[in-house]
C-alpha cells in the first residue's frame, strides 16, 4: 500500500519560492502517475501539475504555468513540486496523490487518484 507524505510549506512573501516534497513509502513511486493539487476552504480541490509515471507527460493548470515545476518519482521515492514567483492566491493547502495508470498518462481530476497526502498548508502573505 503506498503512503504519502507532503512536507516543504509554510509561509512566504509574494514573489518568494517554495519546494514541497512528496515522500512515498510501501511501494515504489516511480510506477505511479503523480499529481499536486491543493483547496482553499469553501472551494473545490484544483489540480495544479500532473506528471506521468515515464516523466513524459506533464500537464500544468494555466494559473501556475512558468512559474511551478513538477518532478516525478526519484531514487529517493520523492516527488517534488517546485513553486516560484508565488502570489496571495496561491495559498491553500497542497496535496500529492498518485495512480497507477501505465507510462503516458496523468491527470488532474483528483478523483482518479487513489493515494493522498495529508497536505501541507502554503500561506503567500507579505
Known amino acids: 500500500q503506498l503512503q504519502l507524505v507532503e512536507s516543504g510549506g509554510g509561509l512566504v512573501q509574494p514573489g518568494g519560492s517554495l519546494r514541497l516534497s512528496c515522500v512515498a513509502s510501501?511501494?515504489?513511486?516511480?510506477?505511479?502517475?503523480i499529481g499536486w493539487f491543493r483547496q482553499v476552504p469553501g472551494k473545490e480541490r484544483e489540480g495544479v501539475a500532473c506528471i506521468s509515471s515515464n516523466g513524459r507527460r506533464i500537464l500544468y493548470v494555466d494559473s501556475v504555468k512558468g512559474r511551478f515545476t513538477i518532478a516525478g518519482g526519484n531514487a529517493k521515492n520523492t516527488s517534488y513540486l517546485q513553486m516560484n514567483s508565488l502570489k496571495p492566491e496561491d495559498t491553500a493547502v497542497y496535496y500529492c496523490a498518485a495512480v497507477f495508470m501505465g507510462d503516458l498518462y496523468c491527470s488532474g481530476t483528483g478523483r482518479l487518484y487513489d493515494y493522498w497526502g495529508q497536505g501541507t498548508q502554503v500561506t503567500v502573505s507579505s
Open positions: 510501501g511501494d515504489t513511486l516511480e510506477d505511479f502517475a
